[in-house]
């Protein structure tokens, strides 16, 4: 029993290892994204409808304070970052490439459409050939 509770124990201290680790990159992505558009804490927060303090307090890896869910999704699509980016730091980046991703995939789609019907109409093509060489050879007999 006791070296379940003290596997118990190391496995919780890890998962609150990889938490926090989680958190500092996710702080670190957001506060690079609002350098990266060269802005005070005070210019941001007036983007997205707080104060600068909130900013730097969201920016603060010792801080607990994050921005709610719905400020989250305003914050990406002003910044046209991805929620995913910048949360976990996987997949796309700008929330225009999952778009322009989006409609590449969608033409794509209209490609393999395309591609089909001119493979079918050079099928038929080839059958109405055939036809009309078979129509020549009954006429020369």
Known sequence: MREYQSNSCKFSRMSSLK???T????????????LEREE?????GALVGVSGSTVHRWEN????????S???LQICMRCDISPTWLLFGLGVKRLSDVQ???QD???AKDRKGLAKRIADAAT???KLELAIKRIELKSTV
């Open 124 to 126: 038929a093509l080839e």
């Open 105 to 107: 995939v969608e033409q």
């Open 40 to 44: 005070s804490a005070d210019q941001f």
């Open 61 to 68: 890896p010792d801080s607990d304070s994050n921005p709610d």
């Open 19 to 21: 938490k926090s680790l």
């Open 100 to 102: 322009g991703l989006v």
């Open 70 to 72: 719905r400020k989250l």
């Open 23 to 34: 958190r500092l990159e996710a702080v670190a992505r957001f506060k690079a994204m609002r």
